[in-house]
């Protein structure tokens, strides 16, 4: 029996890169041509529909009516339909009110949840445990709707403003997300601050937020997002329509297929209204502009935030 010597090692044979195409590797021109086709489709499956709804927001009523739905591209392009819905009505008053409240409500949020979050790093602070429990337990049991509502309707907040904010002010999950954030920070920094005679205010403020903007951006992204798409808590409520936020608005006159009258839409005297498609689109686009226009902003912190409280190996 023949035994194998450390000066002569076993040679084992390099793996073949596989490839889905017979004979062909990733990185040739065949190979990375069928990944670039591929792309390409997805890329015009998901941009049509936006620029069949931004066209169709632009299209007038000759355009509509001979296209009979959605335009693709119109040869007219006009903002009656826009000026029509912001000069006044119900989607002008629903576009403040929503911006309001994703104003109010994500700079709440972020305050409430960065003093909590920094609370429960600290191990040694005031009813640690219990409030973590809390909070836990927050994400586990969730309250059904009954008990919101009567919950709401005991603090007499129906038809304001605040029930669309405080019943979601505090996201647990993200409370946790930014816990864990803090807690990785160096101790040694927060140490050394408190030994040179700085308070907790202080060490919050000027050394542990400084650190901490991608998270906290992160953060208020989440809650802006979920501020402006909401519209379960305004359905429940809100009674008063002039008081609804533009995701109602865009549900009961988009998605339900509601027809906006000449009261609720600013046209001039004896003209007639843009066509309920053009109305629609144009609804639909003000509904996603705001968080399309703040993403960029916020978009060099996303793939640092994204990563907060991971696994690292």
């Given at each position: 029996?023949?035994?194998?010597?450390?000066?002569?090692?076993?040679?084992?044979?390099?793996?073949?890169?596989?490839?889905?195409?017979?004979?062909?590797?990733?990185?040739?021109?065949?190979?990375?041509?069928?990944?670039?086709?591929?792309?390409?489709?997805?890329?015009?499956?998901?941009?049509?529909?936006?620029?069949?709804?931004?066209?169709?927001?632009?299209?007038?009523?000759?355009?509509?009516?001979?296209?009979?739905?959605?335009?693709?591209?119109?040869?007219?392009?006009?903002?009656?339909?826009?000026?029509?819905?912001?000069?006044?009505?119900?989607?002008?008053?629903?576009?403040?009110?929503?911006?309001?409240?994703?104003?109010?409500?994500?700079?709440?949020?972020?305050?409430?949840?960065?003093?909590?979050?920094?609370?429960?790093?600290?191990?040694?602070?005031?009813?640690?445990?219990?409030?973590?429990?809390?909070?836990?337990?927050?994400?586990?049991?969730?309250?059904?709707?009954?008990?919101?509502?009567?919950?709401?309707?005991?603090?007499?907040?129906i038809n304001s403003y605040w029930s669309l904010?405080?019943?979601?002010?505090?996201?647990?999950?993200?409370?946790?997300?930014?816990?864990?954030?803090?807690?990785?920070?160096?101790?040694?920094?927060?140490?050394?601050?408190?030994?040179?005679?700085?308070?907790?205010?202080?060490?919050?403020?000027?050394?542990?937020?400084?650190?901490?903007?991608?998270?906290?951006?992160?953060?208020?992204?989440?809650?802006?997002?979920?501020?402006?798409?909401?519209?379960?808590?305004?359905?429940?409520?809100?009674?008063?329509?002039?008081?609804?936020?533009?995701?109602l608005v865009l549900r009961t006159y988009v998605?339900?297929?509601?027809?906006?009258?000449?009261?609720?839409?600013?046209?001039?005297a004896g003209a007639p209204l843009p066509p309920?498609?053009?109305?629609?689109?144009?609804?639909?686009?003000?509904?996603?502009?705001?968080?399309?226009?703040?993403?960029?902003?916020?978009?060099?912190?996303?793939?640092?935030?994204?990563?907060?409280?991971?696994?690292?190996?």
């Amino acid at each position: 029996m023949t035994t194998l010597s450390p000066a002569h090692p076993v040679r084992r044979r390099p793996r073949r890169a596989y490839s889905a195409v017979p004979g062909e590797t990733p990185g040739s021109l065949p190979w990375r041509s069928v990944k670039s086709l591929i792309l390409l489709v997805c890329v015009i499956l998901v941009v049509l529909p936006f620029v069949a709804i931004v066209s169709t927001s632009l299209a007038d009523t000759a355009e509509v009516t001979k296209s009979g739905g959605y335009v693709l591209w119109p040869d007219h392009p006009t903002l009656l339909a826009y000026k029509a819905l912001l000069n006044g009505g119900i989607v002008a008053k629903a576009m403040l009110v929503s911006v309001g409240v994703t104003v109010v409500g994500t700079a709440l949020s972020l305050v409430s949840s960065v003093f909590l979050a920094y609370g429960l790093s600290r191990p040694g602070s005031f009813g640690h445990k219990p409030v973590l429990l809390l909070l836990l337990m927050s994400m586990l049991f969730v309250p059904g709707v009954i008990p919101s509502y009567l919950m709401v309707k005991q603090l007499h907040l129906i038809n304001s403003y605040w029930s669309l904010i405080l019943p979601t002010m505090i996201n647990a999950f993200n409370v946790i997300v930014l816990r864990s954030f803090f807690m990785g920070l160096p101790g040694e920094l927060i140490d050394a601050a408190r030994i040179d005679g700085a308070s907790e205010w202080k060490i919050l403020t000027r050394l542990v937020l400084p650190l901490s903007k991608a998270s906290v951006a992160v953060i208020g992204l989440f809650y802006a997002v979920t501020y402006w798409n909401a519209f379960f808590n305004a359905l429940l409520y809100m009674n008063d329509a002039s008081k609804w936020p533009m995701q109602l608005v865009l549900r009961t006159y988009v998605v339900n297929n509601a027809a906006l009258s000449g009261g609720q839409v600013d046209v001039a005297a004896g003209a007639p209204l843009p066509p309920a498609q053009s109305l629609q689109a144009a609804i639909l686009v003000l509904s996603i502009v705001p968080i399309v226009v703040i993403y960029p902003f916020l978009q060099r912190h996303m793939n640092k935030g994204v990563m907060i409280g991971a696994v690292k190996g």
